[in-house]
């Protein structure tokens, strides 16, 4: 039988390496973020996109709540992600002028 504390390092382990996930996952996303930032500059495109953001927001909250996620969280996790991008489209413009 497994003790409390051995259950509570397993779990542990499985939360280190979702957390490892998620960040090889960002660092991913944020790699092909950066190419739409330079696309962008490089064609006098806008840095933000209202329209996929809310196309974005309506998809990640219908999948949240298909996952049992929090769908508010879930949009403000998106909200924190696409603000940060843009950031990186504004100084990527900025670089390039």
């Known amino acids: ?48 996109d209202k329209a996929r953001e809310a196309r974005q927001i309506e998809r990640l909250r219908s999948l949240a709540t298909t996952s049992g996620l929090d769908p508010v969280f879930a949009e403000k996790f998106l909200n924190f992600i696409v603000a940060e991008v843009i950031r990186h489209h504004e100084k990527i413009r900025e670089d390039q002028e």
């Open 1 to 48: 039988m497994t003790s409390p504390l051995d259950q509570l390092e397993q779990y542990r382990t499985s939360i280190d390496n979702l957390d490892a996930i998620l960040l090889h996952t960002l660092a991913e996303r944020f790699k092909v973020t950066q190419a739409v930032g330079k696309l962008k500059a490089e064609n006098d495109m806008p840095p933000a």
